[in-house]
């Protein structure tokens, strides 16, 4: 995917929060006059239960639109989403734009000429209409993620090297690496550990629960070792020991070293299974790619992959 | 990391094993801080005893390039710059076999040595 490319197609999912921000900031600097002094923020089923001062109003709900804006932007940015990916990503992003536009610039409508906000209400005919309007957005934006250039098609087994490691007969040989992350990939687990010990705390206990495990599942993977060696592929250890998986070397056909972009090739991070190959991704970057016997293919993200994709394809050769 | 030994061949396997990580640290293959594969398991990987690997890694631990941990593994170390170290380390084993080679006592090539420090 070109830089085009990328940065239209980010456009395309900013846009709409930039939008509704600019309407309900244009609204609200035409009409604020006419809101009462204290305004409804906050609503408990249908009727308001929350108040606060116009500011209070109109800033938090300028920086939750290009805030969520910027942070779909940034997604499809820098994540590169194949087709599969925008076609979930696009539909939230455009129903989330609808839903806090309607709710935003409705609350604000509803509002306007009252002596007091105290006990507005909005009606159920409010809801289904925003229904209408979040589901109609969606919509849109489903259809609006097939646009643009069409995806490359992956490269069949063409990507990569599958070269050769001289042995003299009679060598034992072991290849070992630990499996490579980013600092990226650290700070994020680092962050959301550190939100669950923050909510514990708090005294959250069912919230930091999740987080913890979201933040120790990769934990673990940080430390996960490939080995190559006669007895075939093993992923796993420390930690994992009992985890591990061994491809037996009877079931390896080949091998090659490959460039992987986990949300393009795998449409995500960690333990993926897709058809056709199945892997370990942790980072953009150089990976080991398997070869099953059968066709199917197992793919690591692991540095130094060329000297394991060589020492594999030996092992293999010599069987 | 890569491994390579020969069963067949004159040197000890520990000692092949300890030559494949000190190349792999010249190289800068292996970074500071990193740890090496835990014994078992590299000596179950490469079909050789335990004891073997942990002769090799003890020795790495006397050149100045490995510490051991209990707990922790074999880590990389080797001063502020490992990949000159693990030359040195090279250098130094030269410097003994070149000595072996003239038919040297252990103290002749110390003499020599100390000889060289001193200037």
């Given at each position: 995917m070109d830089h085009d490319t990328r940065l239209r197609r980010a456009a395309v999912l900013v846009l709409p929060y930039a939008a509704i921000a600019l309407v309900y900031g244009t609204l609200f600097a035409?009409?604020?006059?006419?809101?009462?002094e204290e305004v409804a923020i906050h609503f408990s089923g249908l009727t308001a239960d929350g108040y606060s001062s116009q500011a209070g109003m109109v800033w938090p709900a300028l920086g939750v639109l290009l805030g969520m804006g910027a942070l779909f932007?940034?997604?499809?940015?820098?994540?590169?989403?194949?087709?599969?990916?925008?076609?979930?990503?696009?539909?939230?992003?455009?129903?989330c734009a609808a839903l806090m536009g309607y709710l935003f610039i409705g609350t604000f409508m509803l509002q306007l000429d009252l002596e007091s906000a105290r006990g507005v209400a909005l009606s159920g005919r409010h809801m289904l209409a925003g229904s209408v309007v979040v589901l109609l957005s969606g919509y849109i934006g489903f259809r609006l993620a097939a646009l643009g250039p069409q995806d490359p098609a992956p490269e069949p087994g063409g990507a990569g090297v599958a070269p050769r490691l001289p042995m003299s007969p009679g060598q034992q040989a072991s290849w070992t690496r630990a499996v490579g992350t980013t600092g990226l990939g650290l700070l994020v687990v680092g962050s959301v550990l550190l939100a669950a010990?923050?909510?514990a705390a708090l005294g959250a206990w069912m919230a930091a629960l999740p987080s913890l495990l979201f933040g120790l599942v990769p934990l673990a993977f940080l430390s996960v070792r490939v080995t190559v060696d006669r007895?075939?592929?093993r992923i796993g250890s420390g930690l994992l020991a009992r985890f591990g998986k061994t491809i037996p070397l009877e079931r390896i056909a080949g091998a090659r070293s490959q460039q992987i972009s986990p949300m393009k090739d795998f449409q995500?991070?960690?333990?993926r299974v897709r058809p056709g190959r199945s892997g370990l991704v942790t980072r953009t970057g150089e990976a080991l790619t398997v070869e099953l016997v059968g066709g199917r293919e197992f793919v690591v993200t692991v540095d130094d992959s060329k000297t394991a994709a060589a020492l594999l394809n030996t092992l293999v050769d010599g069987k | 990391m890569l491994f390579r030994i020969d069963p067949s061949a004159t040197q000890p396997l520990s000692d092949q094993i300890a030559s494949c990580v000190r190349g792999a640290i010249a190289d800068g293959g292996v970074a500071r801080g990193e740890r090496l594969p835990a014994a078992r398991e590299l000596a179950e990987s490469l079909g050789v005893n335990m004891h073997t690997v942990l002769r090799g890694y003890q020795r790495l631990r006397e050149e100045g390039l490995i510490e051991l941990r209990r707990g922790r593994g074999a880590v990389v170390s080797g001063g502020t710059d490992p990949a000159a170290q693990a030359h040195l380390v090279r250098t130094?084993?030269?410097?003994?076999?070149?000595?072996?080679?003239?038919?040297?006592?252990?103290?002749?090539?110390?003499?020599l040595v100390r000889t060289g420090l001193a200037h």
């Open positions: 035409m009409w604020s006059g006419r809101l009462p932007g940034a997604a499809q940015y820098f994540g590169r989403m194949p087709l599969e990916a925008r076609r979930l990503i696009y539909p939230v992003s455009y129903g010990v923050l909510a007895r075939g592929v995500g991070w960690g333990y | 130094v084993q030269q410097l003994v076999e070149e000595a072996r080679v003239l038919g040297l006592s252990d103290q002749q090539v110390l003499d």
